[in-house]
């Protein structure tokens, strides 16, 4: 018991301490991961065999994975990927399963072994690119879904694959595992079975995930949720994923595939978000230690001696895949920077190569010596992905970032007026259009032709160009302007705009939009007469309407968030020390933990004054802040 306490401490102490620092040089989490299985494993002999038996737990985490996907989905927006789904995604497998096994053929392996290695490094890592792309925010994108149609398809298509490779035996090659196959073969109720039962057995596991999904889930799930215990309704979703995939492993189908369609019955269940929240913890631990346990994996004996062929074969599976992904994005209108994400994320074996590497040694496809050298191959790609992703996001993007703004040159600026608004997005619209109402001259300036072309609709002054250019500024009238509305997105960007204008045009009234309270400071630094936090006034509001909803008058609600802000007003000077302490680490400070101390303390005696609410001749239809106004 000792040992087994000891290697989970060592998993999870290198998980703790790659990880956050792999997120830190900006290479992902897939990538620390990696590297700290392989810290873990060859490099310092940490840990050792258990790694491949721990790998079969840990793949786990691809099932419940699949099973989060179903649930975003449903039926109909299924029908309506239809077309990239078996398109996109069945042209991919296709055409790199051919290109696989004609290299694999040419380098003289037989064409049995050749065909199955095709198969192999057709499949992408869904693991590694779904969580990547949405931890960058790219899942939305038209790259993102076109990657995600490609990976839902090849999901599907390992089925197939599994039912081939038995059918590819090469004559004269021994069977590695097959006693560890056999043991396994006792749990699948379809092994001795004729094809047409093999197939009503099938047919009847798949309308039992369907059916019960539908009809039988929300009973039991009631039932749960009425003894009001959080840890039941845990076991319960955990039971439901792993009932699924032993269901589907008894009936030699891909519990992977199982578990996505159990998650496409459930997504229009009302329990959908629990179940969501429930599983999510599990299958992001299980991941990290699946990708762990791949990095611990890898055989240096090997790698050392065949070094050069795993590096080119790892090559040459990127370059192949990459090329024939290339020409479907631009087939099917992905391109671009969509048309690149679209390449560069995909172009990698997967993690499904392991298990149809050993499948296919179990079933006399594969010999042990080629098998090694496969896996470290797929194993390389899956390594490199982050770093693809890191070139995309470093050098694609910036060139046609570039090339965009470079296609359109900024638009000639015909009149002047007294304010200028930087930035038109969903904050600096509002302004423009209140603005508006008032017939108050403004310009608007934005890198946004939508945005641009919408408030040109409604007859503002908006030009196309980037409002930190000091020429812009000045053929839009700075010079004479007597306010500037700073709403720009980026940060960097902001403080410039408003250092720069406050030091040429000092005369010049800036308000500017923050992100947070740092951003505030960072504002005020460099010259902004007003600032406002972008969320501050909007969470006063929700605030003081929970306050409403727990039958407090809404004018006394109103008078507690002006409290609110008054009392922050008062304090200003400490609470910019007390960020001081955040910005260098220190979130835990006592001087930090004091002083919200003392502004609770301060706003409960304001909370607890007595209160009679205003005749209606009494109420004013707006009061700004006690020292707000200017």
């Not at 401490?9 to 830190?24: D, G």
């Not at 630094?525 to 406002?532: L, M, T």
Request: hydrophobic letters at 50%; a negative charge; one cysteine or more.
């Amino acid at each position: 018991m000792t040992e087994y306490f000891i290697q989970a401490f060592i998993y999870l102490l290198a998980a703790v301490v790659a990880v956050p620092l792999a997120k830190r040089l900006g290479l992902g989490s897939v990538l620390g991961y990696l590297v700290a299985g392989v810290v873990i494993g060859p490099v310092t002999g940490l840990v050792g065999q258990e790694a491949a038996t721990i790998q079969h737990f840990a793949e786990f985490g691809v099932v419940m994975m699949l099973f989060l996907v179903g649930m975003e989905l449903d039926p109909k927006s299924l029908w309506a990927m239809r077309v990239r789904l078996l398109g996109l995604g069945g042209l991919q497998v296709v055409l790199t399963s051919a290109a696989g096994m004609a290299i694999a053929w040419w380098l003289g392996l037989p064409w049995q072994t050749a065909v199955t290695v095709g198969l192999i490094f057709s499949l992408s890592s869904t693991a590694i690119v779904l969580q990547t792309l949405n931890e960058k925010g790219l899942s939305k994108t038209e790259g993102g879904r076109g990657a995600f149609s490609v990976l839902l398809f090849q999901d599907i298509a390992v089925i197939p694959m599994l039912a081939v490779i038995p059918l590819l035996a090469v004559s004269g090659l021994a069977a590695v595992g097959a006693a560890d196959a056999e043991h396994h073969g006792s749990f699948n109720l379809v092994a001795d079975l004729p094809g047409w039962a093999h197939g009503l057995v099938v047919i009847g596991a798949v309308a039992a995930v369907i059916v019960g999904g539908h009809y039988l889930s929300r009973p039991l799930f009631r039932y749960v949720v009425q003894s009001g215990m959080r840890e039941v309704f845990t076991a319960m979703a955990l039971m439901l994923v792993i009932g699924i995939a032993a269901l589907m492993s008894v009936v030699n189908l891909s519990p992977a595939l199982g578990a996505f369609l159990a998650g496409v019955v459930l997504a229009n269940s009302e329990f959908r978000h629990e179940l969501e929240a429930n599983i999510e913890p599990f299958k992001g631990l299980l991941l990290g230690l699946f990708f762990i346990t791949v990095g611990a994996g890898i055989n240096f004996d090997v790698l050392s001696a065949q070094w050069g062929t795993v590096l080119t074969l790892g090559l040459l599976v990127i370059v192949v895949k990459a090329a024939v992904l290339l020409l479907l994005a631009q087939l099917f209108g992905l391109r671009g920077r969509d048309g690149w994400l679209f390449t560069l994320g995909l172009a990698q074996a997967g993690e499904f190569g392991f298990v149809l590497l050993t499948y296919s040694m179990q079933n006399r496809v594969i010999p042990t010596d080629i098998a090694q050298i496969l896996s470290l191959v797929v194993a390389l790609s899956m390594f490199l992905t982050p770093l693809l992703f890191i070139a995309y996001d470093r050098l694609i993007l910036p060139r046609y970032r570039e090339a965009r703004n470079e296609q359109r040159e900024a638009d000639a600026i015909e009149e002047q007026a007294p304010v200028i608004v930087a930035g038109v997005g969903r904050f600096g619209q509002i302004v423009c259009r209140l603005l508006r109402a008032n017939n108050i001259p403004i310009v608007a300036l934005d890198l946004a032709l939508d945005q641009i072309e919408n408030l040109r609709r409604i007859n503002i002054k908006s030009y196309f160009g980037d409002a930190s250019r000091s020429d812009l500024l000045e053929t839009a009238g700075i010079a004479n302007a007597r306010l500037l509305v700073v709403a720009i997105d980026d940060r960097e960007r902001a403080v410039t705009l408003v250092h720069h204008v406050k030091q040429h045009f000092p005369g010049v009234w800036i308000l500017a939009r923050a992100f947070d309270r740092g951003h505030g400071y960072d504002l005020r630094d460099a010259g902004a007469d007003d600032v406002v936090s972008e969320t501050y006034h909007s969470a006063l509001e929700l605030g003081g309407q929970a306050l409403t909803a727990f039958g407090v008058h809404p004018l006394r609600a109103r008078q507690m968030t002006w409290a609110f802000v008054n009392n922050e007003k008062a304090h200003e000077a400490e609470l910019r020390e007390a960020w001081k302490d955040i910005e260098s680490g220190i979130s835990f400070s006592p001087r930090y933990g004091e002083l919200f101390m003392k502004l609770e303390d301060t706003l409960s005696e304001v909370m607890k004054q007595e209160w009679q609410p205003p005749r209606r001749e009494e109420v004013p239809l707006w009061a700004p802040p006690e020292g707000g106004g200017r």
